[in-house]
């Protein structure tokens, strides 16, 4: 097998994200033949090449923008001298396709009750790496979520120590009261999610912000949580939470997407 390709299913059988370019066409005088490959890492090592010099250099900077955009794209690079914008003198022309393979997103639910379980059913129907956590061991079983990829029976505090939490994790903190929030919402919001949200009414949410800010927390890291949480569509049945927040997920997932794009 292919090097490039047998390292590119590694990364993503690891669930590490990766970029692969590959020359798709290749015109005139250049550096590398129809077929050449290259991986680019989010931290902007490479494996392989596309070619060296300006047009490598290139082509991994739009390896690392697709990994903003979540999107492919088709690159064309001129090595015409004549050309105003040609990244060499070679004479041809190369094109380039660049595809991100991004880990799978990871859906945290915090919360083993009724929500949380309609949270982690659906989470799943819709492709995320569901992950459930509760301290309380006897609830969060592998009975109560057939569904879920991982279980954490522990405190909502300890959930970074277990788990990598990155720009691809999505927290659902249906926990059952504010003074569990208090205690575990620092460790979570330092470690960076792409979103949290809590449930509970508005009520709660002023109780737990108190608490929080008497933790040291400011009020830019409270703005980064989203309570109540959901899109409001009038849910009232487990079910319907579960969709209000997924809905309110994915279109901060894909606006976010759309925001990096332009």
């Known amino acids: 097998m292919d090097l490039i390709l ?3 299913a590694e990364y993503n059988q690891s669930q590490k994200a990766v970029c692969l370019c590959v020359v798709v066409s290749a015109n005139g005088g250049v550096p590398r033949h129809a077929g050449s490959k290259m991986l680019v890492l989010p931290d902007g090592s490479t494996l392989g090449t596309v070619g060296g010099g300006e047009v490598e250099a290139a082509a ?20 015409n001298a004549q050309d105003e914008s040609a990244l060499g003198i070679c004479g041809g022309e190369m094109q380039i396709y660049v595809e991100p393979f991004l880990p799978q997103a990871k859906l945290v639910v915090i919360g083993a009750g009724h929500v949380g379980k309609a949270v982690a059913k659906l989470g799943k129907f819709l492709n995320f790496m569901v ?5 309380r061991a006897e609830l969060c079983s ?9 279980l954490l029976p522990l405190a909502m505090e300890d959930i970074p120590q277990k788990l990598e939490i990155d720009s691809q994790t999505y927290i659902v903190d249906v926990s059952r009261g504010s ?5 575990g919402l620092p460790a979570l919001l330092a470690a960076q999610p792409a979103y949290i949200g809590v449930i509970g009414s508005r009520r709660r949410w002023e109780a737990t912000r108190a608490g929080l800010l008497e933790k040291g927390l400011s009020e830019v890291d409270l703005g ?9 569509i009038h849910a009232e049945t487990p079910e ?8 309110e997920i994915i279109s ?5 997407a759309d925001k990096e794009k332009k």
Request: no cysteine; charged share 30%; glycine share 4%.
């Open 6 to 8: 047998q390292k590119l």
């Open 179 to 183: 003074e569990f929030d208090v205690a």
């Open 142 to 150: 592998p009975e109560a979520f057939p569904e879920a990829d991982v």
């Open 252 to 256: 901060i997932r894909n606006d976010t």
């Open 240 to 247: 319907e939470i579960a969709v209000s927040i997924l809905g």
């Open 60 to 79: 991994k900077e739009a390896a690392l923008e697709t990994f903003r955009t979540q999107k492919p794209a088709l690159v064309r690079y001129s090595l």
């Open 131 to 135: 992950i459930v956590s509760d301290d």
């Open 224 to 232: 980064r949580v989203k309570s109540p949480v959901g899109l409001n």
